[in-house]
C-alpha cells in the first residue's frame, strides 16, 4: 500500500549505507525528508565559556549546518529536499506525523540517553496513532545490545573480549538512488533554509578563526576516499607511531566528525578498509590498525550503552572512585591553555580553535588535568572537550576520559605523559607550538618546551618575557606527578572496584 513516510535525521546524515532512508522511501508515495533545528543546540548562550550554545561550540554548530546543507544539495539532485523545522523535536514531531498523515516513520537507532528519552516519546506517540516505526542500528557497525546479550548481559570491559565476541559487522546497503519519492504537501508550516551562524544571532564573526575541517557526506566521502587512495599508508597504519604534532597533514584520517554525524557510514568505512587489506595482503591488525579504530569505537558505545550512570564517577559500578580536588585557578588555566607548558597549552588553544585534535595530543592534556599534574576531575575536563569537540561524542569521550584518569579500562597510574619530553620526541623544533602559540614563534629550539629556562635575555630577543607574554608554569611537573601518583595510591587502595571483574579483567598496557 503506498502511504506517506517520513525520515526523521539527527545523525545519520548521508545517503549512502542508509537502512532507514532505504525503509522510509520503498513503497511510499511521498516521502518527507525531516530535521527539526533545536534553538538548544543552535542559539547562543552568552553566559557559556567559550562562543556557541548552551550545548556546542560554534565550531560544531558550523560543522552541522555544513552537514545539512549538504544533505538538501543530494537530496534535491534526487527529486526531493531537507524540510527544516525549527522547535522542540518531540512536539514538532508528533505535530507534523498527525499533520502530514505519516504511516510511517524512519530514523536511525540513537545510544545517547539524551536520545534515547526523546526518541521514546515519539515512538509512543507514533505506535498509539497507529504509525509504523523503523529504527535500525547503523550509527555503529554491532548493535551494542547484541553484543551485551551475546556476553550474558554485561559488556565487556576489555577492548579484546569485546573483539572475540562481536564477530564481523554486517555490510554496508549496496543501493544508491537516481530518485526519491517528492514530498507531500506540508502546507501550514514554515520550512526553513539552513542557516548561516551569523543568521542565528552570532553577530559579525570575521575574526573569528575556525575549524579548518567542514562538514557533510560530501566532504566526508572525499576524506575518506583521499585517505584510502594511499593503500601502503592504510596496510601499516600504526596509531601508537603516528605523529600528534603533525598538523599540516594530520597523521590519522580526522573522519572522526563525519563519523559523529553519520555523515559517513562506519560499516562503509570498515568495508573500504579491508578492500585495500584485501588488495595490499599484508597489513596491520587491531588495536593499533585503522580497522582497530573502528573497534574502538564499538567498544566505547557498547561499554556505554551497558553501563548506568557511565558519564560520571559516582554511582558508576566500573568507575574507581578518587577524591579529584577542586581548584577553578588550575582547571581554567588548563582549559584557556595557560598552564605554562606550551606543548599543552598548545594542544588546548588547537582544540579552540580547530575543534579537533590527534588522539595521543588529548592524552596529554587529559592526563595533565587528571592523574598527571593537576589531579583535577576527568568530568570537568569531559565537558570541556564536549563542548568544544566537532567529533564530540557521548560514548567515545566520556570512555576515553574514564581511560586517561585510570578511573577504568587502564590503571597503570605510574605511567604518566610528561608535558615536556612527549612532544619534543615527535617535533624537536617545536613547530606545531609556534603554529598556535605564536607568542612563543621566536623562542630557540632549546627552550620551547621549557620557556621558563630560557635566560632573560633569550626571553627578551624572542619578545616573550616569561610570567609577562607567557604565562609561568602552574605546577612543577616533576613533584606534580609525584604527589598524584601518592594519591593515586591511595584511592586504588580504599577502591572495592579492585575486587570485581572490571580490575580483572585490566589492561595489560594495551597501545592504541
Ligand atoms: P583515526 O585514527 O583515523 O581513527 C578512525 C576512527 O576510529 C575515528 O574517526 C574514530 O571514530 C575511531 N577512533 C579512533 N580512535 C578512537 C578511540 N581511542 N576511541 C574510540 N574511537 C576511536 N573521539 C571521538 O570521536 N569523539 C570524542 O568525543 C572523543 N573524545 C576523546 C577524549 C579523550 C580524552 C581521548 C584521549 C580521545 C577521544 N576520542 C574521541 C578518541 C580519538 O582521539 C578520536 O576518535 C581520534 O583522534 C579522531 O581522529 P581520526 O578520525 O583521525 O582517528
Redesign the pocket.
Known sequence: MESNALIWFRKGLRIHDNPALNHARRGSKHLFPVFVLDPRYLDPDPSAFSPGSARSALNRIRFLLDCLSDLDATLRTLGSRLLLLRGDPVRVLCAILKDWKIGKLCYEFDTEPYSFAQDKQVKDFASLSGIEVFSPVSHTLFNPAVVIEKNGGRPPLTYQSFVKLAGEPPAPLTETYSELPPVGNVEGYELLSVPSIEELGYGDLSQEEFSPFRGGETEALKRLKEALEDKEWVATFE?PKSDPSAFLK?A?????PY??FGCLSSRYFYQCLHNVYTTVGKHTSPPVS?VG??L??EF?YTVAFGTPHFDQMIGNKICKQIPWRDDEELFVAWREGRTGYPWIDAIMIQLKKWGWM??LA??SV?CFLTRGDLFIHWEKGRDV?KRL?I???WA??N???LW?SCSSFFYQYNRIYSPISFGKKYDPDGNYIRHFLPVLKDMPKEYIYEPWTAPLSVQKKANCIIGKDYPKRVVVHDAASKECRKKMAEAYALDHLGDNLASKEISNGLR?
Open positions: 596509531k594530520p590519522t584520517t580526522v573522519l572522526s563519523l559523529k585503522l579504530q573502528l574502538w569505537r566505547f590527534h588522539h588529548r592524552h587529559a572537550f569537540l567529533d564530540s561524542d567515545i569521550n570512555g576515553n576520559w586517561l592504541r
